[in-house]
T-cell receptor, first 115, second 117 residues
Framework: KAGVTQTPRYLIKTRGQQVTLSCSPI?????VSWYQQTPGQGLQFLFE???????NKGNFPGRFSGRQFSNSRSEMNVSTLELGDSALYLC??????????????FGPGTRLTVL | AQSVTQPDIHITVSEGASLELRCNYS??????LFWYVQSPGQGLQLLLK??????LVQGIKGFEAEFKRSQSSFNLRKPSVHWSDAAEYFC???????????????FGKGTHLIIQP
């Protein structure tokens, strides 16, 4: 079974621009979560999508948004980029049925650099 | 709010020696606990998980971890490390609201493992 894939792997943008990152989950997984990883703040939860609905959201400004498609693929968007948005963005998928914990499987990440 | 503490930022171990990475969590109810490993430039790979039952859990690559509720700990161990174990290790906790759903994994800051030849 193919793992979680993320595209692109590397991205360089300038302040004020917007960016869209893509994530394809493991086949059969309906939950997709996004995390931001920085040296200073570590790994932080952005949001989770399940069956095309945002189920949970972390403590990030509204510039960070996402969506999920009917095939469970997900995109996240960051508008009006700031230097502090430079990070590794990780996507994770899981079965995540309600009421049951499930392990999350992570993709390789997208390295975003904001200049 | 739940939190995870990994007290050791860096640990250096000789190849062939035993390893223990510490993890303490703060959460009122039963936590779901995980250990992940991250190699440079890579995503996170799940080593093992604890949901319930036997408090000693076995994972991949020869790792094990023991859940101790009284100490709020979930330490990772390996009897003999290999040079390929050099990486960043993250402990994480999750929980489910009674109504279903969750607010994502909460991670510790990580422990950087260095293997000496």
């Amino acid at each position: 079974k193919a793992g979680v894939t993320q595209t692109p792997r590397y991205l360089i943008k300038t302040r004020g621009q917007q960016v869209t990152l893509s994530c394809s989950p493991i086949s059969g997984h309906r939950s997709v979560s996004w995390y931001q990883q920085t040296p200073g703040q570590g790994l932080q939860f952005l949001f989770e999508y399940f069956s095309e609905t945002q189920r949970n959201k972390g403590n990030f400004p509204g510039r960070f948004s996402g969506r999920q498609f009917s095939n469970s693929r997900s995109e996240m968007n960051v508008s009006t980029l700031e230097l502090g948005d430079s990070a590794l963005y990780l996507c994770a998928s899981s079965l995540r049925d309600r009421g049951f914990p499930n392990e999350q499987f992570f993709g390789p990440g997208t390295r975003l650099t904001v200049l | 709010a739940q939190s995870v503490t990994q007290p050791d930022i860096h640990i250096t171990v000789s190849e062939g020696a035993s390893l223990e990475l510490r993890c303490n969590y703060s959460y009122g109810a039963t936590p779901y606990l995980f250990w992940y490993v991250q190699s440079p430039g890579q995503g996170l790979q799940l080593l093992l998980k604890y949901f319930s039952g036997d408090t000693l859990v076995q994972g991949i690559k020869g790792f094990e971890a023991e859940f101790k509720r009284s100490q709020s700990s979930f330490n990772l161990r390996k009897p003999s490390v290999h040079w390929s174990d050099a990486a960043e290790y993250f402990c994480a906790v999750d929980h489910m609201y009674s109504g279903g759903g969750a607010d994502g994994l909460t991670f510790g800051k990580g422990t950087h493992l260095i293997i000496q030849p």
